[in-house]
C-alpha cells in the first residue's frame, strides 16, 4: 500500500514524472502516413492513437482494459449552504452506484469498462475550509494513497471522476486558488442552486481563500486545505497513473480542478491526461483553459460520476480501431501519389 509521509515526500513523487515514449508516438505517426485516406483527414483520432501510444509505451496501443474509478466524499462546507442538496445524497448515490442504477453504471458498461467506486470517509465530512483546513496533512495524504492505489498497472487507461455533495465549491475554492479571480470567476450553479445560493457560493470561496491565504503558494496545501477526500483520491489516482505509464481521461470541472495542483507543481505533469469534455459548469472552460487541455466533447453535461470521460471511451475505441484495421496503400493495391 502506498504511503506518503509528508508533503514534502508527496511534492517529491509528484516531481521528474516519466515523459512518455517518443519513439512509440513516432511509429504511430509512421504508421498513420502509410493508412489509405489523405494525411491528417482524421484530424484528432490520429492524435489521440499517438497519445495513447506515448504514455502506455507500446508502438501498437490498446484499450482491453479500461478501469473507470469514481470517488466520493463529503463536505463541511455544506453547512453554509453553497448545494442544492444535502450531505446524505452522497450516501445514497454510492449506494445505487452499487446497484447498478446511476448514469455511470450505463455508460461504463456502453463504453465496455470496469466501474470501480470508492467511497472515502462518508459519515466523516472534511471540516467547513471557510473556518479550517478542509483536511489535515494526514487526512489529505489519505486520501491521496486511496487514489493511487487504486489504479491498476495492469489498466490501459483510467478514467477519474468523482461524487461529492458541495464538491463543486472544493473545486472552484481551487481554481481560484491555484489560477486567481475569486469566487465570481469560478462558482457555478453544481447541483442547481439559485441566484441567492449562487451569491452565497461566491461569497464561501472568497472567505476560504482569505482564511488560507498563508498558503495559497504551495499547490498540494491548497489541495488539503480547500479540497476533500474524493479530490485527493483523484490527485493521488492521476499521480499514479503516469508513474505506472498509463493514460487517463479526466471527467469534468471537480475532477479537472483536483488534478490541477499536479500542473502548478511541474510543467507538463497533466501532458498523459486528456480532457473528455467540456461541462456546463461555470468554471470548466475557464480551468481547461489554464491547463492547455482541449476537451473532445462539448454535450452540455454536469453531471460528474466520471460520466463524460466514460462517454469519451468508444471515441478513442474508435480511433485505435482505424488506426490498428486499416490497410496502408501498399496493402490494398491502392496508389498513394495524388493525381
Known amino acids: 500500500m502506498t504511503s506518503f509521509s509528508s508533503l514534502a515526500d508527496l511534492r517529491a513523487a509528484c516531481l521528474g514524472l516519466p515523459a512518455g515514449n517518443a519513439r512509440a508516438e513516432d511509429a504511430v505517426a509512421v504508421r498513420e502516413a502509410q493508412l489509405t485516406k489523405p494525411p491528417k483527414s482524421l484530424g484528432r483520432l490520429e492524435a489521440i492513437v499517438g497519445w495513447l501510444a506515448r504514455w502506455q509505451g507500446r508502438t501498437r496501443p490498446r484499450l482491453d482494459r479500461v478501469d473507470v474509478l469514481v470517488f466520493a466524499g463529503n463536505h463541511g462546507v455544506t453547512a453554509q449552504g453553497v448545494s442544492a442538496f444535502p450531505a446524505e445524497v452522497t450516501v445514497q448515490m454510492v449506494a445505487n452506484f452499487s446497484a447498478g442504477g446511476a448514469a455511470i453504471n450505463q455508460l461504463a458498461r456502453a463504453a465496455g469498462a470496469n466501474l470501480k467506486v470508492a467511497a472515502l470517509e462518508l459519515g466523516r465530512p472534511t471540516a467547513d475550509f471557510t473556518t479550517a483546513p478542509a483536511m489535515d ?4 495524504l489519505a486520501g491521496v494513497a486511496t487514489g493511487h492505489d487504486a489504479v491498476s498497472p495492469d489498466a490501459d487507461l483510467v478514467c477519474l471522476g468523482e461524487m461529492g455533495i458541495g464538491n463543486t465549491t472544493a473545486a472552484a475554492a481551487i481554481a481560484a486558488a491555484l489560477f486567481g479571480g475569486g469566487g465570481s470567476r469560478w462558482a457555478g ?3 442547481g442552486i439559485d441566484d441567492d445560493g449562487l451569491a452565497r457560493k461566491q461569497q464561501v470561496i472568497d472567505a ?3 482564511r488560507h491565504a498563508a498558503v495559497l ?3 498540494l496545501a491548497i ?7 474524493e479530490l485527493a483520491a483523484i490527485l493521488g489516482a492521476t499521480l499514479a497513473a503516469r508513474r505506472r505509464g498509463i493514460p487517463v481521461v479526466l471527467d469534468g470541472f ?4 483536483a488534478a490541477a495542483p499536479l500542473a502548478r507543481l511541474a510543467d507538463g505533469a497533466l501532458d498523459h491526461c486528456l480532457a473528455a469534455h467540456v461541462s456546463a459548469e461555470a468554471g470548466h472552460r475557464a480551468l481547461l483553459q489554464e491547463l492547455h487541455l482541449d476537451p473532445l466533447l462539448d454535450l452540455g453535461m454536469r453531471l460528474g460520476e466520471a460520466s463524460g470521460a466514460a462517454l469519451a471511451v468508444p471515441l478513442l475505441r474508435a480511433a485505435l480501431a482505424c488506426h490498428l484495421g486499416m490497410a496502408t496503400f501498399a496493402e490494398a493495391g491502392v496508389s498513394d501519389k495524388p493525381g
Open 137 to 140: 496533512a494526514a487526512s489529505f
Open 189 to 191: 450553479r453544481g447541483t
Open 208 to 210: 476560504a481563500l482569505a
Open 217 to 219: 503558494g504551495d499547490p
Open 223 to 229: 489541495a488539503a486545505a480547500l479540497g476533500g477526500r
Open 254 to 257: 471537480v475532477c479537472t480542478a
